[in-house]
């Protein structure tokens, strides 16, 4: 069966320091993968989604980026962190044929203070 | 620009109906899903409609009106643990390229 894991689960960083959160996924192959953000008490909000190594698409312009350095590895990451990049990141896969259903991980919580 | 509506917050008693209405407004429609999230967790996926209609799956129904650009979510016989945020989300393009477009999600709160 497939599995999504994603870390750290919770974070608290100061302003400018750097960012890196990590998601792998087990028990498939060429995934679509996804970063998404939630601030509190509001939706999801796409940042990037990959269909292949190497391949990112940016939905919002901002203070972050992302790498898929392997097929079934999606980082997201920043050089210098502001306090509005605080929320709920998750990440999540689909397959590539399936991108109504995604499975999600566990999220990571980000405090920038 | 692209949009999903719908309402904020719902209270229901245990037993009851619900049904949790989305409007959307996108640049491409291939498919409207339905997600549940519980307090502090993760999203999971509840259901999907690509096609006009309804879709059942256990307490859990919902439906699309393509020509309407509308669909909802219907819970019956509610119970304590349905108390989470629904997302009504639309996939706007096809193929390997397509990802979901999420809306500001619906708090249903069950009573007893």
């Known amino acids: 069966s497939q599995t999504i894991h994603q870390w750290p689960a919770t974070l608290v960083q100061p302003v400018g320091s750097p960012l890196s959160l990590e998601c792998t996924v087990e028990?498939?192959?060429?995934?679509?993968l996804y970063w998404y953000r939630q601030a509190a008490g509001r939706g999801l909000q796409l940042l990037f989604y990959?269909?292949?190594?190497?391949?990112i698409s940016s939905e919002v312009p901002q203070n972050l980026s992302a790498s898929r350095p392997q097929d079934r590895q999606f980082i997201l990451s920043s050089k210098k962190l502001l306090l509005s990049d605080s929320g709920f990141y998750l990440c999540?896969?689909?397959?590539?044929?399936?991108?109504?259903?995604?499975?999600f991980g566990a999220g990571s919580r980000l405090t920038v203070l | 620009g692209q949009s999903l509506e719908q309402p904020s917050e719902v209270t229901a008693v245990e037993g009851a109906i619900v049904q949790i209405n989305c409007t959307y407004q996108t640049s491409g429609f291939y498919g409207l899903s339905w997600y549940q999230q519980h307090d502090g967790g993760a999203p999971t996926f509840l259901s999907y409609?690509?096609?006009?209609g309804l879709e059942e799956t256990g307490r859990f129904s919902s439906f699309l009106s393509r020509s309407d650009s509308y669909g909802y979510l219907l819970l019956q016989e509610l119970q304590m643990k349905d108390s989470a945020s629904y997302f009504c989300a639309v996939r706007n393009r096809g193929g390997s390229q397509g990802n979901l477009i999420f809306g500001k999600g619906t708090k249903l709160s069950v009573k007893p």
């Open positions: 028990g498939t192959s060429n995934p679509n």
């Open positions: 999540a896969w689909s397959t590539s044929s399936g991108a109504n259903v995604l499975t």
């Open positions: 990959s269909v292949g190594i190497g391949q």
């Open positions: 409609n690509g096609l006009d």
